[in-house]
C-alpha cells in the first residue's frame, strides 16, 4: 500500500515506532539524532537507556540502579532525592533541559570549591577549626562562628569568626594598632593625638 507525502508527513509529527519495543511514541520520547533521516534516535529513550546501561554492564562497570521518578521530578544523583523540577537549574545542553545537581547540591558544592580556592581547606577542616572553638567566634565568644578569617598578605587562615567581628576586623584593616587604640577607647582612655607640626601628630605612649 502506498503512503501519500501527507499521510507520511502527519505520521512524522505525531511521533515514531521505537525500533526496540516497537511502541509507537511521540516525538519528544526520543533523543535527536542528526544522521537519521527524521532526526530522532531508533530507540526511544526509554530504550536507549536501557541498552546502555545493559553495555555497561556487559564491560563490567558499575552502572547505577533505575529509579522510578514521577513526571514533572528528577532524582540527584548526589543527594539521591527525587525532586521537583523547580528545584533545579537550568540546562540547555542537557538532554531534558535540567541541571545534574539540584539547587541544594549545586549550592554546597559551590561553597565548598569557594572554601577551597579562596582559603585552601576543605568543608571538613573548616568544621574541624569550629569545633577547636567550641563552635563560637573566637573574638567575641558569643556567636556562632560562621565566617573563615585569614591574613590577606600571607593568606593564613586565622581562625572562624562571625559576621559582626570579621567586618570589624576588615574596617580596622587588620591593624593591630588600631584595634587596641579602639579598645583603650571603649576601656575609657582617650589617646587623643597631639599635633606637632602639619600633618605629624604625636599619641601619648
Known sequence: MKVSAGVRLTIEESGRRCSR???????????RNKAMRDGLQAYCRECAAAYHQERQVAKGRNVRPRVE???????CRTCGEIKPHSEWTRNRTASDGLATLCKSCKAAQGRAGHLKRQY????????????????????????????VDHCHETGRVRGVLCFSCNAALGQFKDRPDAI??????????AWKPTLVAPGVYQLPS
Open 21 to 31: 519495543c516497537k511502541d509507537h511514541k511521540p516525538r519528544a520520547a526520543f533523543a
Open 69 to 75: 521518578v514521577p513526571d514533572g521530578h528528577k532524582r
Open 120 to 147: 585552601g581547606i576543605t568543608e571538613a577542616e573548616r568544621d574541624e577549626l569550629i569545633a577547636s572553638q567550641g563552635g563560637v567566634c573566637c573574638v567575641c565568644l558569643a556567636a556562632p562562628a560562621a565566617h
Open 180 to 189: 587596641r587604640r579602639a579598645a583603650a577607647y571603649v576601656e575609657g582612655i
